[in-house]
C-alpha cells in the first residue's frame, strides 16, 4: 500500500490569454514511513505539489490516492472530511489558533469530531515533544520552535496516515531549524506516517528519505548515495 | 461552543466591549418597554379594571366616551348577563382653601352606581356612602398627599367633594379617577344641584359571556364595542403605542446592525486563521455554528444584563414615573433582540464559507 501515490498529475492555470503549466504531468509515490523533502526554488510549484497531494485544489489532469483512496476527484465537502481524518498540516507558523493552549489545540480536534477527549494521548505527545510543560500556555508565549513543537504535536494527534510540512522551519534558525525537522523524521518513522516537507532550505534534506528537486514544474528525484530504502 | 467560549474567554476586552454595547441596547429597549407599557396603563387601567366584554355607545360618538350621550333606562334594554351605567367627566381639583395654582391636579370623575359591577375595590378607607363623597386612586395619595376626609375644590365649580377612600389601579386617560356616585356625578357634569332621572350617562358597560354579535340592544342609536377596540380608540392610546414600537423595532434592528457588524470584523480578522482551520479539514459548518454560537453567548450575556439592571432601575424609579414593568413583553423584547443578533451575524457565516484554503497556505 501507497500512503501517497500522484498518476500523471498536472495542473495547469490560466493567466489571461496565456497557460501556465505550475505542475507537469508527475507521476509519484510515499510509503508509510518514508520522510520525503521536496526542494526547489520558490515560483517552482512546490506549493502547488502540496496543496494538491492535500486535496485544497484540483489537479487539471491525473488522479491522487491517499491510503490507495481516490481522493482528488471527491467534492469539495468530502475532501475536507478526508483531510481531517487523514492529513496532518503544519505550516510555516500560524496554523496554531491563538486563543487555545497548547492542549486545547489538540481538544479542538476531538471536539470537531465529537470524540471523547484522549488525556493520556495527549500527555504522551507532548512529552515526546517536550512541550508538555507547556501545555496550558498560548501559542502567543511560546517561542518560534515551541509553537512548531505545538503544531506536530497538533498534526499527529488524530493519527492521520500523512503529514504534509509546508516550510516547517521558515521562521527559525537553523539549530532550531534542525530540531524540529529531526522531530519530524523520528516521528515519521515511529507512527510509520508517510511525510512529505517541502522547503528551500538544502541542509535540512540528510535527514530525509529522499529528496526531490522541483523546477519549472518538473519534479525530479536527487540521486542520494548515503540513504537507502527510497523508490 | 468550545471556540467560541475560548476566544471570548481569550480576549476578554474586546468582548466585553462587545457585551456592553449589547447590554446598553437592551438596557434602553427594556426600559423603553417598561415606559410604554406604564404609560399605556395611565390610558386603561382604570377600563382594564371594569373587567368587561364590550361599551355600549351612541353610534354617532365615534367610539369617544365624552361625546357618547345616553339615556340611563336603556339599561334595561340590553340582552346582557351584566350591565353598569357610567358617567364621566373630566375635572381639575385641588385642595380645598389652596389658592395656589399649582396643587391643581387633573382628575377623570367616574359616576357609578354602587350596586354594579363597576364599584372600585377599596384598599383605604371606604366607599362612597353619601352625595359629593368620592373613592381616589391612590395616587392622589402618593403624589398629591392628599389623605381621606380631605375635601377637594372643583375648579370653575362653587362645588367640593371629599375623599372617603382609596382605590388602585384607576387611571384613565393619564388622569387619576374619583370615583363617585351618579347624582354627584351628573351635579358635577351638567353644574346642576337637581338629580334628574333622565340626565343622560355616557355609556353602558357590558359584561356577557355570548358573543357581540348576539348582544341585543334594543336601539338603532346605540352600538356595542369590544372593549379592546374601545381601549385603542382612546384618544392619543393608539399613537403613544405606535410611537414606542416603533422606537423599540428600530432599536432591535440597530442592535443587530451593531453586533452583525463587530462580529463581521471580528471574522475578517480571522480569515488567515480560520483558512488554515478549514485546510486542516475543519469543516464550514463548524466554525460557522461557532460563529452563531459566540454572536449568541455575547447577545444572552448582554440581554440578560440589561434585563436586569432595567429591572433594578424599575425598583428605584418614583411613582411619578409612568414605568411598568411587564414581563411578557420584556421577555419577547430580549428575545427579539437575541433572534435578530444572530440574524445580524449571518453575514459572517457567509464570509466564512467563502474563504479558501489555499489563500491561507500559500
Known amino acids: 500500500m501507497k500512503s501517497i501515490e500522484l498518476k500523471q498529475v498536472s495542473k495547469r492555470f490560466k493567466d489571461g490569454s496565456k497557460t501556465i503549466e505550475a505542475l507537469k504531468s508527475t507521476d509519484f509515490s510515499v510509503d508509510p514511513g518514508e520522510f520525503v523533502a521536496v526542494i526547489g526554488p520558490s515560483g517552482s510549484g512546490k506549493s502547488t505539489f502540496l496543496t494538491i497531494i492535500g486535496g485544497l485544489q484540483q489537479p487539471s489532469e491525473g488522479n491522487v490516492f491517499i491510503n490507495d483512496n481516490k481522493f482528488s476527484e471527491l467534492k469539495e465537502k468530502k475532501r475536507a472530511q478526508r483531510r481531517f481524518k487523514d492529513i496532518g498540516f503544519i505550516l510555516q507558523a500560524s496554523n496554531l489558533v491563538p486563543f487555545l493552549t497548547v492542549q486545547e489545540q489538540l481538544k479542538l480536534v476531538n471536539k470537531v469530531e465529537k470524540s471523547k477527549i484522549d488525556k493520556k494521548r495527549i500527555q504522551d505527545l507532548l512529552q515526546e515533544l517536550d512541550i508538555y510543560d507547556l501545555a496550558d500556555k498560548y501559542p502567543g508565549e511560546l517561542s518560534g520552535g515551541e509553537r512548531q513543537r505545538a503544531a506536530i504535536a497538533r498534526a499527529l494527534y488524530h493519527d492521520p496516515a500523512v503529514i504534509l510540512a509546508d516550510e516547517p522551519t521558515a521562521s527559525l534558525d537553523t539549530s532550531r531549524a534542525i530540531e524540529v525537522v529531526k522531530i519530524l523524521a523520528r516521528e515519521t518513522k515511529d507512527k510509520n506516517k508517510a511525510t512529505i516537507m517541502v522547503t528551500h532550505d538544502e541542509r535540512l534534506t540528510k535527514y530525509c528519505d529522499s529528496v526531490y528537486v522541483m523546477e519549472d514544474g518538473i519534479l525530479e528525484k536527487q540521486s542520494m548515495n548515503d540513504k537507502v530504502g527510497s523508490i | ?362
Open chain 2, 1 to 362: 461552543m468550545f471556540l467560541a467560549w475560548k476566544e471570548i474567554k481569550f480576549s476578554k476586552t474586546r468582548f466585553a466591549l462587545i457585551i456592553g454595547i449589547v447590554l446598553l441596547v437592551s438596557y434602553l429597549v427594556s426600559f423603553l418597554t417598561g415606559l410604554a407599557y406604564g404609560l399605556s396603563q395611565e390610558y386603561r387601567m382604570a377600563i382594564d379594571k371594569w373587567d368587561a366584554d364590550s361599551i355600549v355607545l351612541t353610534s354617532e360618538s365615534n367610539q369617544n366616551l365624552n361625546m357618547s350621550m345616553i339615556d340611563p333606562s336603556e339599561q334595561s334594554n340590553i340582552s346582557a348577563d351584566e350591565t353598569a351605567r357610567i358617567g364621566v367627566a373630566s375635572n381639575i381639583v385641588r385642595p380645598e382653601g389652596s389658592e395656589d395654582s399649582d396643587v391643581n391636579i387633573d382628575v377623570s370623575l367616574f359616576g357609578i352606581d354602587p350596586t354594579e359591577f363597576l364599584t372600585p375595590n377599596i384598599i383605604e378607607g371606604e366607599l362612597f356612602s353619601a352625595e359629593n363623597e368620592v373613592v381616589a386612586d391612590i395616587t392622589l395619595k402618593e403624589e398629591e398627599g392628599i389623605e381621606i376626609g380631605d375635601v377637594l375644590q372643583l375648579s370653575g365649580q362653587d362645588r367640593t367633594v371629599e375623599v372617603s377612600g382609596f382605590t388602585d389601579n384607576a387611571r384613565y386617560s393619564v388622569a387619576p379617577v374619583l370615583y363617585a356616585d351618579i347624582q354627584t356625578y351628573q351635579q358635577i357634569r351638567f353644574d346642576s344641584d337637581e338629580s334628574i332621572e333622565d340626565f343622560p350617562v355616557n355609556a353602558i358597560v357590558v359584561r356577557d359571556s355570548q358573543s357581540l354579535d348576539s348582544l341585543n340592544i334594543g336601539n338603532d342609536e346605540l352600538e356595542a364595542y369590544p372593549i379592546n377596540d374601545f381601549i385603542s380608540s382612546l384618544p392619543g392610546y393608539n399613537a403613544q403605542v405606535l410611537t414606542f414600537g416603533l422606537m423599540i423595532g428600530f432599536l432591535v434592528v440597530i442592535a443587530a446592525l451593531v453586533v452583525g457588524i463587530f462580529i463581521y470584523v471580528l471574522t475578517l480578522q480571522k480569515t488567515s486563521m480560520l483558512g488554515v482551520m478549514k485546510a486542516q479539514g475543519i469543516s464550514t459548518s463548524y466554525i460557522a455554528k461557532s460563529v452563531l454560537a459566540q454572536t449568541f453567548l455575547l447577545a444572552v450575556i448582554g440581554v440578560m444584563a440589561g434585563f436586569g439592571l432595567t429591572i433594578l432601575t424599575g425598583a428605584f424609579l418614583p411613582a411619578a414615573v409612568p414605568y411598568q414593568n411587564n414581563y411578557l413583553f420584556l421577555v419577547a423584547t430580549s428575545a427579539a433582540l437575541i433572534i435578530f443578533a444572530l440574524l445580524g451575524a449571518i453575514f459572517s457565516v457567509r464570509t466564512v464559507a467563502k474563504i479558501d484554503p489555499l489563500e491561507a497556505i500559500e
